[in-house]
């Protein structure tokens, strides 16, 4: 068993191994970890994932989850861990900067198994941002972080999910992230929807060999000719020509009206129509929303840009219901299912 003083050696063994690190003590990460890792699929995991956290405060969250859970949990003594141990005692519901420091170590801690070789992807359990912060972590989220541990300056957030009714994969990847919105006119540039379109069209590729793909618009109706906006006039739809007429192998459309891109989406997510291979959304919530609403429990939070596959469920750290027992771990399931499938 590895141990804070040490962790794994590289070897072909630890070929298609997960690192999992286990979000904030005070959320649900230990919960929806285990309970994923009770599931009949897991057990098939070969090898199985390397977590990374604290080993006193997982064992003593599966004893008390066991007395209320809802579901069945995965004994931490059958799994593997790096122990990072808490400076204090976490409370279920109520972070603190100690919880933060502790989620911004296992965080950093799992990247370094992975680009050491020791684990070939890594998933992450939510963190609080706020927690990150009372630390002295000042970052937008854990993909920031990441991003700076791999020397990478174009880590993308990409949501993807596959639908249990028809099969389809949805695909949306956030040209902006964890930013204001007053802010997202000013960071939409043509050089970030060419390399955010570049991102989508390589992960899309991976499913189709000509991809099709949508882009939202920023204001109502696309900016209705202007009227409701300019961005789209002014630049937009001109990037998307460009872009389309270097990239014979994709199939562009937009940008299009944001209340109506995903419709076809959700009905491809239903098996009643086809969807596009892709779509891209231009601030946070425009795409979050659709994602959320069609496969809130199979979404999963992919960062591509980096020398390996991140995956994370798309829900938060769900302080409001820690230590309940109630916490629903299919995100967390796809999340690992993704990370193996596609690392």
Known sequence: MANAAGSPAPSNSNR????????DPAGIGAEVTLKALALPEAATLNPQP???????WLERSYAQLRQCSDRPLRD????????????????????????GAASFDWLSHATELVLSGSCNA????????????????????????????CGSSKASMLFTARSANSGWRLNTLLATTHIPLESVPGALTPELINAKLDALLSFCQRFSSRPRLLVAGLNPHAGEAGLLGRQEQDWLK???KQWQSRHPEAELQGPLAPDSCWLSAAAAWQGSGQGA????????????????????DAAVNTT??????????????????????????????????TAVSLG
């Open 50 to 56: 390397l977590l990374v956290g604290c080993r006193r």
């Open 122 to 149: 890594l998933v992450t359990a939510p963190i609080a941002k706020s927690s990150w912060q009372a630390a002295g972590h000042s970052y937008p989220g854990q993909t920031e972080r990441l991003a700076e541990l």
């Open 16 to 23: 298609g191994r997960l690192a999992i690190a286990l979000g």
């Open 304 to 337: 591509l840009g980096l020398p390996f596959l991140r995956t994370s469920p798309d829900h938060g750290t769900g302080f409001e219901i820690a230590g309940a027992g109630v916490a629903r771990p299919f995100s967390m399931a796809a999340a690992i299912e």
């Open 277 to 296: 291979d892709g779509y891209l959304a231009l601030y946070h919530d425009q795409g979050l929303i659709p994602v959320k609403l069609l496969a809130f």
């Open 238 to 240: 001109t990037c998307l």
């Open 76 to 99: 931490p003594a059958t799994l593997e861990m790096v122990d990072r141990p808490l400076d204090e005692p976490a409370i279920a519901g109520t972070s603190t900067a100690s919880c």
